[in-house]
T-cell receptor, first 112, second 116 residues
Framework: GQNIDQPTEMTATEGAIVQINCTYQTSGFNGLFWYQQHAGEAPTFLSYNVLDGLEEKGRFSSFLSRSKGYSYLLLKELQMKDSASYLCAVRDEASGTYKYIFGTGTRLKVLA | EAQVTQNPRYLITVTGKKLTVTCSQNMNHEYMSWYRQDPGLGLRQIYYSMNVEVTDKGDVPEGYKVSRKEKRNFPLILESPSPNQTSLYFC???????????????FGPGTRLTVL
């Protein structure tokens, strides 16, 4: 079956580093995605990984291990505006489908 | 401005009264999708479309219909809405394979639907 797990909530301090983990199970894996969603707004794309390793984009980095079904999003130099929900998603292309499966999201609170 | 638009943004309706939520994108995207977002359940895909006249079910298609008669529009139809379809709905689109942002979904602003 398909399943994505990520922590429900995390809290961190401004200026710190936080790592949000995501584990997944899917039969036709073809990419892992991270989205940011501020309260009351639409999700916005942060990162995409399809091969093992680390992708860095400014203060945000995303890591993937396909053999472990594991990813993390690393946020450095946290700012107050980083307070948001972070959604992990996978693209499943099993049996000719082209579906996206999202986790329930991790709500990050950044404290001053 | 490149964007995905949804209408209406807010809707309160009653059980059984057919409704359509429109979604339009002006980026010539091929892939379009509808999601619902509920507390504790996250984003769940309802239907998606790979291109004109090509649609397929996501994980929660029951009670919904879609059509893709033209590339830019992907309406979501609730033939007989029920209270369990009260939710926040998002439309999203992605560029075709080979485009620089192919792996990015662009989301509309959302439609908050309440079915009484």
């Amino acid at each position: 079956g398909q399943n994505i797990d990520q922590p429900t909530e995390m809290t961190a301090t401004e200026g710190a580093i936080v790592q949000i983990n995501c584990t997944y199970q899917t039969s036709g894996f073809n990419g892992l995605f991270w989205y940011q969603q501020h309260a009351g707004e639409a999700p916005t794309f942060l990162s995409y990984n399809v091969l093992d390793g680390l992708e860095e984009k400014g203060r945000f980095s995303s890591f993937l291990s396909r053999s472990k079904g594991y990813s993390y999003l690393l946020l450095k130099e946290l700012q107050m505006k980083d307070s948001a929900s972070y959604l992990c998603a996978v693209r499943d292309e099993a049996s000719g489908t082209y579906k996206y499966i999202f986790g329930t999201g991790t709500r990050l609170k950044v404290l001053a | 401005e490149a964007q995905v638009t949804q209408n209406p943004r807010y809707l309160i309706t009653v059980t059984g009264k057919k409704l359509t939520v429109t979604c339009s994108q002006n980026m010539n995207h091929e892939y379009m999708s509808w999601y619902r977002q509920d507390p504790g359940l996250g984003l769940r895909q309802i239907y998606y479309s790979m291109n004109v006249e090509v649609t397929d079910k996501g994980d929660v298609p029951e009670g919904y219909k879609v059509s893709r008669k033209e590339k830019r529009n992907f309406p979501l139809i609730l033939e007989s809405p029920s209270p369990n379809q009260t939710s926040l709905y998002f439309c999203a689109s992605s560029p075709p394979r080979g485009a620089s942002s192919y792996n990015e979904q662009f989301f509309g602003p959302g439609t908050r639907l309440t079915v009484l």
